[in-house]
């Protein structure tokens, strides 16, 4: 699992490391890693046009100093400076030295710097960085934005918000970040993530200083050691049965859709109880089917409830009855719009509970999802006592006491009708196992979420997806997150 950070966590972390090495040490580290990832990105270095975005903090310092190792390889590297009098003194001195030219950047010629450059460096702000970008340092980003250069930020992209990933206004553009230590949460989750591009992590010896997180993401292989394969002793009901109580007449494809998702990440028993049992049987004779209401169904280890399944009384009876039972509860969808109205029907529970509202139905339980979404999803999971699935492009999955799941997968291309309930039958039927395996929800839902992006990644290599088109895939992608086929997701599928 990779451990997300605050600025502020990372500020004290630093303080005993700084203490505790030679002056400027930690910068020439952050440095070197930088100059090498910059290096790689170019191919050649000799002759390659390098811009400095130089701010008045030691991000700048970290620039200048990286530009320096660049101009020594025989880059051309001009630092384009925001604050001449107040830019890192030895950082501009090992670029001077090494050959690089500086220019202020109210000087007329900065912004054609930037523009002709084959890497821009931006070392404006750092996790020192307090609110928008100023006016100069915007003009700079929007200049690097428009060029063909590659963009690259120096430890956060400036003008994000380091732990909660907030923009206001302009930030600069990264295709990648060099980020220095531990992984800033803003660099994965809110418009950070969209202005972190690929991160690339420097280590600075920083590990044994930094806190236990609160905040994580997981990797590939972390949610393989979550999706055991069944082995010789299992039958179709040793790791859980899921009820799936989703449909109705008037949308029957979220029945369909959710239960195939379920059954197509862990083929050993759905039911399925709801208004949408003709078109499940059709779609998945695999599955066991009922009209009748959850108490009719049989038993089963985790219960999904609501997609497409309408908020009339009859939905808000099933909706009831399932939370009143001792088994997991993912709801989501029409089952949230009612739950909002009722929300003690969820407080009371003893066995855990899985929400998953996208931005709209979360403001449903009383406040909008704002600019921190880490802190939103830990608010309102911590007041229902029930873990919360933030849909996103980042999605969040917040435990009530408070530990956090931001995920690191999928692709624009999920947003599209009924991808939700694809999620939901995939979190469900892990959610099942869960009393076997002993996985907590919050990872079970977190488990889900990764692998939901994964295989929308996948189906999207062949151009615009639907929702089926993720059922189809979810074997496919369960088998490579296990390390099955190819390792790698960018290979064209077989
Ligand atoms: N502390 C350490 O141990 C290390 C820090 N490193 C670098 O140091 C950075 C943090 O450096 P600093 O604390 O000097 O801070 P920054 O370089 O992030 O920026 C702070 C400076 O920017 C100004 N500023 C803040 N918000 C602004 C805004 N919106 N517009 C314009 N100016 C603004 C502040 O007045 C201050 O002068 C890290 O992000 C990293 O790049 C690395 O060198 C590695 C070692
Ligand atoms: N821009 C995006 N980038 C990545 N994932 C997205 C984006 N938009 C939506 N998604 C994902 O697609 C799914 C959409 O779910 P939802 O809004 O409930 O759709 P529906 O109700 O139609 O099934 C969620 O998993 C969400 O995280
Ligand atoms: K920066």
């Not at 991000?59 to 107040?86: E, Q, Y």
């Not at 930030?171 to 949460?185: E, Q």
């Not at 399925?272 to 959850?294: C, K, L, M, S």
């Not at 999955?397 to 408070?402: E, K, T």
Request: aromatic fraction near 2%; proline fraction near 6%.
């Amino acid at each position: 699992m990779i451990g997300l950070f605050t600025a502020e966590e990372v500020r004290a972390a630093e303080e005993p490391l700084l203490a505790a090495t030679p002056e400027g040490a930690l910068m020439q580290r952050a440095a070197a890693g930088l100059a090498a990832v910059c290096g790689r990105l170019l191919g050649p270095v000799y002759g390659r046009r390098v811009a400095l975005l130089v701010g008045s903090g030691n991000n700048g310092g970290d620039a200048l100093f990286a530009g320096a190792r660049l101009a020594g390889r025989g880059a051309r590297v001009t630092a384009v400076l925001l604050t001449p009098d107040r830019a890192h003194g030895a950082g501009l001195t090992a670029l001077r030295r090494s050959g690089g030219r500086v220019v202020p950047a109210r000087n007329p010629g900065a912004e054609a710097v930037v523009a002709r450059a084959d890497l821009v460096l931006d070392g404006m702000l750092g996790i020192g960085g307090r609110g928008g970008l100023r006016q100069d340092a915007a003009v700079l980003a929007r200049a690097a934005a428009a060029g063909a250069g590659i963009t690259v930020a120096v430890d956060v992209p400036s003008g994000i918000d380091a732990s909660t990933g907030e923009v206001d206004g302009v930030a600069f553009p990264a295709m990648h970040t060099v980020t220095f230590g531990a992984v800033k949460r803003g660099l994965v989750v809110g418009e950070g993530r969209g202005h972190a591009g690929q991160v690339h992590l420097v280590d600075l010896g920083l590990d044994p200083h930094l806190p236990t997180p609160t905040a994580w993401q997981l990797t590939d292989a972390d949610v393989a050691a979550r999706l055991e394969p069944p082995s010789a002793g299992d039958d179709k009901y040793s790791q859980g049965v899921v009820g799936v109580l989703a449909g109705s007449a008037a949308y029957p494809g979220a029945g369909v859709l959710c239960a195939g998702a379920a059954l197509r990440t862990r083929p050993g028993l759905v039911r399925y109880a709801g208004g949408a049992a003709d078109g499940v049987r059709a779609a998945w004779p695999e599955a066991i089917v009922t009209e009748g209401g959850p108490g009719g169904a049989g038993r089963v280890q985790a219960w999904v409830v609501g997609p497409g399944a309408g908020t009339d009384d009859a939905a808000r009876t099933v909706l009831a009855e399932v939370l009143a039972t001792d088994v997991p509860v993912l709801v989501d969808a029409d089952a949230l719009t009612l739950l909002a109205r009722e929300p003690d029907l969820v407080r009371r529970r003893s066995a855990p509970t899985v929400l998953t509202p996208h931005d709209r139905e979360f403001a449903r339980f009383g406040t909008e999802v704002g600019t921190d979404r880490i802190g939103a999803a830990r608010r309102l999971a911590a007041d229902l006592g029930a873990v919360v699935l933030l849909k996103g492009d980042a999605t969040v999955v917040a435990d009530p006491d408070g530990t956090t799941f931001v995920n690191g997968t999928g692709t624009a291309d999920l947003a599209t009708a009924g991808t939700g309930d694809v999620l939901s039958g995939i979190a469900g039927a892990v959610l099942a196992t869960s009393a076997a395996t002993g996985l907590p929800a919050v990872e079970a839902a977190a488990v889900a979420a990764h692998l939901h992006g994964r295989t929308g990644q996948l189906a999207a290599q062949r151009g615009p997806l639907v929702a089926g088109d993720l059922v189809r895939r979810l074997p496919e992608a369960v088998g490579r997150v296990r390390g099955v086929g190819p390792a790698v997701l960018g290979d064209s599928p077989a």
